[in-house]
């Protein structure tokens, strides 16, 4: 596996991770996120926090939509609130945003971009970037390895997956009472 497939795999592991903090220096940027991994963990850390390193940055812009502050709008449901698209170039302005990480797409040869929504004041948002290589922190600044992250993500999930199961079985024991 080369590193822009490496990358790929990455970026695929992001759901719900919110963006704490953005930097750029030249072509590096360092992107910091909260993980959800952690909820699941004994015992349980909430706000966990990881560090990607991304190098090869020459292109990193932020569209999102910010819902208007109009009274009219505010009356509406969040779902059907009035937005204004905002672009933005300043890494400490994404890093204000509250943006959480659902998805990603990539297009030849070295662009990502991360899909995002939002629990701020903003319907969500799309981070583009360009990387060409990466490193990866934990909340120490020791380097994790892909594997290591890989193998969080999939205990999470897994842990998930039995929650929901549970919850199922639950339901269904309690939806079948037993018949005399």
């Known amino acids: 596996m080369n590193r822009q497939q490496e990358i790929e795999e990455l970026f695929s592991m992001f759901h719900d991770l919110e963006i704490k903090s953005v930097s750029k220096d030249r072509e590096a940027l360092t992107l910091e996120f909260v993980i959800p991994w952690g909820q699941v963990w004994n015992p349980a850390v909430l706000e966990y926090q990881i560090k990607v390193e991304l190098s090869g ?12 502050d109009d009274e009219a709008s505010k009356l509406k449901p969040l779902a059907l ?3 204004e698209k905002r672009t933005t170039n300043a890494p400490q302005t994404m890093g204000k945003l509250g943006l959480e990480v659902q998805s990603y797409t990539y297009s030849r040869p070295v662009t990502y971009v991360l899909h995002c929504n939002s629990s701020k004041e903003i319907a969500g ?8 290589d990466y490193q990866i922190f934990d909340c120490n600044d020791e380097s ?9 993500a ?3 999930w897994g842990r998930i997956q039995e929650m929901w199961d549970g919850q199922k079985n639950k339901n269904n024991t309690n939806s079948n009472p037993v018949q005399p």
């Open 125 to 132: 948002g799309e981070l583009t970037l360009t990387a060409t």
């Open 144 to 152: 994790l390895t892909l594997d290591q992250l890989k193998q969080w």
């Open 154 to 156: 999939t205990e999470c």
């Open 81 to 83: 609130r009035e937005t």
């Open 57 to 68: 940055c020459s292109n990193l812009q932020c569209e999102y939509f910010l819902f208007k």
